[in-house]
């Protein structure tokens, strides 16, 4: 019988051996995976239970920073975080609920959890931009128009907000028209408008209809403002026109190209 030629010699010689190199690859992939799974089952119950039911990962404390006007105690309290409770399954965001719902004061809230034992909370409140008299009392808004805390005292350098809105003639028209919430937020869009040098001399922003808003400076001072509209531009003319005439007593620049100033 004649030998195997050359040719098929070598064929013998190159045919790899084993499972091909797909399969090797998918078995290697499967190692690892039940690898990983094994370790998960090993490693993960003592990480439940070190999260979970130890003591070592419990909330023992709460700080709070960021507050002007409240009482930290006070943020505290409203907060409720659950003491002794797992820091793992601290409901972060009911707590930043129940502080917004609690206490209107506050405008924003970051609750974070602070390892290994503490919860952190860090407020930023409302800033009263006017006050809107009440009795004997003052409601302090923000800038948003947003009515959040009454108190017995306006904060120095904080105008009053004064709505004369008559029941007749155009006035009244403009209040069935745009209503009183909105003549508010209109007589909060001027104060926010106000330069810096007029501003902390406001004492009162005077609301008679959405176009007739003005201002009673310190001294006796008055300022025709007309609209919250064109904000910009009538601050800077208001800077201009009082640098123009000191002695003035009274400004109008509700049509910011043609102001005009009087009296002494």
Do not use: C
């Amino acid at each position: 019988m004649a030998g195997s030629t050359t040719a098929e010699r070598g064929e013998r010689q190159q045919k790899p051996s084993g499972p091909p190199p797909l399969l090797r690859s998918r078995r290697r992939r499967l190692r690892a995976v039940v690898l990983l799974a094994l370790a998960l089952v090993f490693l993960g119950t003592p990480t439940l239970w070190l999260l979970y039911g130890s003591a070592w990962l419990r909330v023992e404390r709460v700080s709070v920073s960021g507050t002007r006007v409240l009482e930290p105690a006070r943020v505290r309290q409203a907060a409720g975080v659950p003491l002794g409770e797992p820091l793992v399954s601290v409901d972060t965001d009911a707590i930043e609920a129940r502080l917004r719902r609690e206490l209107p004061r506050i405008d924003t809230v970051d609750v974070a959890r602070s390892w290994p034992h503490g919860i952190g909370l860090e407020v930023t409140e409302r800033t009263p931009v006017l006050m809107v008299r009440k009795g004997r009392n003052f409601i302090e808004v923000d800038d948003e128009g947003v009515r959040f805390a009454t108190v017995s005292r306006a904060p120095k350098g904080v105008p009053v907000l004064e709505l004369r809105v008559s029941r007749s003639g155009t006035a009244a028209a403009s209040a069935r028209r745009f209503g009183e919430d909105r003549l508010a937020r209109e007589a909060v869009r001027v104060a926010r408008a106000l330069p810096a040098g007029v501003a902390h001399r406001t004492r009162t922003v005077r609301v008679r209809s959405y176009d007739d808003i003005s201002l009673e400076l310190a001294g006796g001072r008055t300022v025709d403002w007309g609209s919250g509209e064109q904000g910009a531009a009538k601050a800077r003319t208001l800077t201009a026109l009082m640098k123009a005439a000191p002695g003035a007593g009274h400004f109008d620049v509700s049509v910011p190209t043609a102001p005009a100033s009087s009296g002494s």
